[in-house]
């Protein structure tokens, strides 16, 4: 096999773990702030719908 393909294959190799990396890097911190957000959003719509519907203004 000539080396010109055996370092193509290396080289996809390669560019497939740096994607991979990207993805870890990029993936976990947007996972996080979804996460902290949602949580942020939730109990402001739990006040809010308790504000509503408790009897007294």
């Known amino acids: 096999m000539p080396t010109w ?3 193509r294959r ?8 740096e994607y ?4 870890v890097a990029v ?4 996972i996080a702030g979804l996460s902290t ?3 942020g959003m ?3 719509y739990v006040r809010a719908r ?3 519907l408790s009897p007294i203004p």
């Open 27 to 30: 993936g976990i911190p947007a």
């Open 50 to 52: 308790n504000a509503m």
């Open 42 to 44: 939730y109990k402001q």
């Open 37 to 39: 957000g949602g949580l």
């Open 10 to 17: 290396r080289l996809r190799g390669a560019v497939m773990v």
């Open 5 to 7: 393909i055996r370092s």
């Open 20 to 23: 991979a990396l990207l993805l």
